[in-house]
């Protein structure tokens, strides 16, 4: 009995083998791009258009995939991702090792992406992503009853273009993400003996939801689902995921035609973050595999911008004054004094007063900008207003502002004093572009000290998040 399962599983091998040889020589429909189950925590995996999402931020992922443990030559899966943001730009990229028994898939690509707002609470990302892809043959791993047979004799590969388009929209907690891994299929020729072949990759198309809901400070569910398409087949998955306290989550999945998924996220410092999935063996391959395995580390590095403060001047030596010299007090001589002469002052010109501000133009300065969560950057209303701003400040050269960023009470500390301290720069900044001196604008952040209203709700949160402004004549 233990011989005749030794001969299943070899025949196994040998038509998996032969499998994957047909998948290169014709361009088959089957899915062709590894799949990860950790996509909620590392969305620029199945999106380029991810890329540099957290402004100012560079997040990377390292992970590995191991399917069907327990079967010879199961795929296994290794990948890396990063990507920076740079305002509304961002920038990535990232390789792919796939090994299934002797086929091997390798891709790399760069990708960029562009925000474009939308409103003060929403936005959409454009990203594409342009790189290699690379298949490998190696018949030396091959399991075969005749070791001279020509359709696999010999070693070879091909590599073509990689090309992927991705959009994502984003509504407060809301995201919603297409993307198309090779929206232009692509082919390439390989040697095979003594005839030439090819294989081609097919395009692919992904549809992402993802919805983050508080259900208590500390308590939060994300469910999400996911839709893969390549040819006439598809597959959809649906996920139900809980956080406690920011740094712990659990979750199970479902996917059609292979069964139920588990996954654990660690969060640390809101620096690190490990994932871990299980997928269940589906009942075709339960005799043979223990299921499939994957883990993932990731790292996110914020810049720390520093935080305004009150002005200290830089130490310097201290300076030592010399002991005065007491000159001793002269005798006094007492002389009549002569009458002085009345002095006539020249008639004063008269002095223009200095222009003031209107109490119009006061209220102008009292209007506050506001962000999304996890926003710096201006909408086109808040735009409006600093331009009304800066006509008055041209016309009063004597006027000065101070900016004062804030941010609700959402975040680490070191994230909520980032944010509040990069809007009030970036309203700055924009201001001095628009030809106002920098002498005459103070910036400064201020975390969530200093709220409008209690951050007991999301209305009041997102009135939490503002820039306001101070005037000083």
Not at 95 to 110: P, Y
Not at 214 to 236: A, C, F, H, W, Y
Not at 257 to 267: E, Q
Request: a negative charge; hydrophobic letters at 35%; charged letters at 20%.
């Amino acid at each position: 009995m233990l011989n005749s399962m030794k001969m299943m599983k070899q025949n196994i091998y040998i038509t998996a083998a032969f499998i994957g040889i047909i998948g290169l020589v014709s361009k088959v429909s089957a899915q062709q791009m590894p799949q990860t189950n950790l996509y909620t925590e590392n969305i620029y995996n199945i999106n380029p258009a991810y890329a540099g999402y957290n402004s100012s931020c560079l997040e990377a992922y390292v992970g590995n995939i191991t399917q069907w443990v327990g079967v010879e030559g199961a795929p296994s899966t290794s990948y890396l991702d990063i990507h920076k943001g740079f305002g509304n730009l961002g920038l990535g990229g990232g390789f792919i090792l796939d090994k299934t028994s002797m086929i091997s898939r390798f891709s790399g690509n760069v990708s960029g992406s562009y925000r474009i707002g939308l409103g003060e609470n929403q936005n959409i990302r454009i990203g594409i992503s342009l790189g290699i892809y690379q298949v490998g043959v190696n018949t030396a791993e091959a399991i075969v009853q005749d070791a001279n047979d020509e359709v696999i004799a010999g070693s070879r590969s091909g590599m073509t273009f990689n090309n992927e388009i991705g959009l994502i929209y984003n509504f407060k907690k809301l995201l919603i993400g297409i993307s198309v891994p090779q929206a232009l299929e692509t082919s390439a020729k390989y040697e095979s003996g003594a005839t030439n072949s090819e294989f081609g990759v097919n395009r692919h198309f992904t549809g992402f939801i993802k919805y983050d809901w508080d259900l208590s400070e500390k308590i939060m569910l994300e469910p999400s689902t996911m839709m893969r398409m390549v040819g006439n087949v598809n597959q959809l998955d649906i996920n139900l995921m809980g956080t406690y306290n920011k740094m712990i989550s659990l979750g199970v999945g479902y996917r059609t035609d292979v069964g139920m998924l588990a996954r654990l996220r660690l969060k640390l410092k809101e620096m690190f973050v490990i994932g871990y999935a299980y997928e269940f063996a589906g009942s075709n391959i339960s005799s043979y595999s223990s299921g499939s395995h994957e883990i993932m580390l990731g790292v996110t590095f914020c810049k720390e911008k520093k935080v305004a403060a009150p002005r200290v001047e830089s130490a310097a030596p201290p300076i030592v004054e010399e002991e005065p010299v007491v000159e001793p007090d002269p005798e006094p001589v007492v002389e009549p004094l002569p009458e002085p002469e009345p002095v006539v002052d020249p008639e004063p010109s008269p002095v223009e007063p200095e222009p003031s501000l209107s109490d119009a133009d006061r209220d102008v300065f009292k209007n506050e900008i506001g962000f999304g969560l996890g926003d710096v950057n201006m909408s086109p209303s808040s735009i409006a207003k600093l331009n009304e701003m800066v006509k008055i400040m041209k016309a009063f050269p004597n006027v000065k502002l101070e900016i004062v960023g804030h941010s609700c009470d959402k975040g680490s500390e070191l994230r909520k004093e980032v944010i509040s301290t990069t809007r009030a720069e970036n309203v700055k900044r924009y201001m001095v572009k628009k030809g106002i001196d920098g002498s005459r604008i103070e910036s400064t952040g201020a975390s969530d000290s200093k709220p409008a209203v209690p951050n007991t709700t999301d209305a009041n949160r997102s009135k939490n998040r503002r820039v306001n402004f101070i005037l000083k004549e």
